[in-house]
């Protein structure tokens, strides 16, 4: 079992990346998990919203919103000794956590099939883990954060593919600002959307 702290939507405040570096701390979380826009636009390196977690000394994966971008992903993880997660599978005990970066929409959007395949080809190295997290910034369409979310960000129909046949225990997202906390269960995946108060959870 792994103790999980999942954020995301920070868009360049680094008060955000402190209170949840704390938190982690006082609840003795192993791992950071930050689900995209962490900043506010590609490229923009913004002192201290990773650092507080870097030097809380937690291990810290991310994926990249449609703010941010890949390009300030892989910056992030250069300057702070991360883990950009896009397209890759990591393993923490018997947990696999599979990453998908940006959205469909904004920097870097990504077509739907481009979703579903990079989240299905990081599925298949660690289909023989009992636990199987995706940590996508994109929400998926028809989930109730795609009803409550502004019109001009639509769900993923990709990623709403990859649940129904890859069937992860669960799925961090945010990208909702107005859905930030919601929980559902949509087949067999628990769908958060963890926003930049964070959840904290056992996986």
């Known amino acids: 079992m792994v103790r999980v702290l999942a954020a995301g939507d920070f868009h360049g405040n680094s008060i955000f990346a402190r209170q949840l570096a704390d938190k982690a701390v006082k609840e003795n979380v192993e791992l950071i998990l930050l689900c995209g826009d962490i900043v506010e636009s590609q490229g923009e390196h913004k002192i201290g919203i990773i650092a507080p977690f870097v030097d809380a000394g937690k291990k810290v994966l991310l994926v990249t919103g449609n703010h941010d971008g890949f390009v300030t992903g892989d910056l992030l993880a250069e300057i702070y000794g991360i883990k950009h997660v896009h ?117």
């Not at 298949?124 to 199987?132: C, E, F, M, T, V």
């Not at 669960?170 to 107005?178: D, G, N, R, V």
């Open 87 to 203: 397209g890759q599978a990591l393993r923490y005990g018997d947990v696999g956590i599979v990453g998908c970066s940006g959205a469909n929409c904004g920097w870097d959007a990504l077509e739907e099939e481009e979703i579903f395949s990079t989240l299905r080809n990081g599925t298949k190295k660690i289909s023989y883990l009992s636990k199987k997290i995706f940590m996508t910034h994109i929400f998926p369409k028809d989930s109730l954060m795609d009803k409550m979310s502004h019109s001009a960000l639509p769900g993923s129909t990709g990623l709403l593919k990859a649940i129904k046949e890859l069937k992860p225990d669960i799925l961090f997202c945010s990208h909702a600002h107005e859905a930030e906390g919601v929980e559902e269960i949509i087949g067999n995946t628990r769908v958060i959307c963890v926003g930049r108060q964070g959840k904290v959870l056992d996986i």
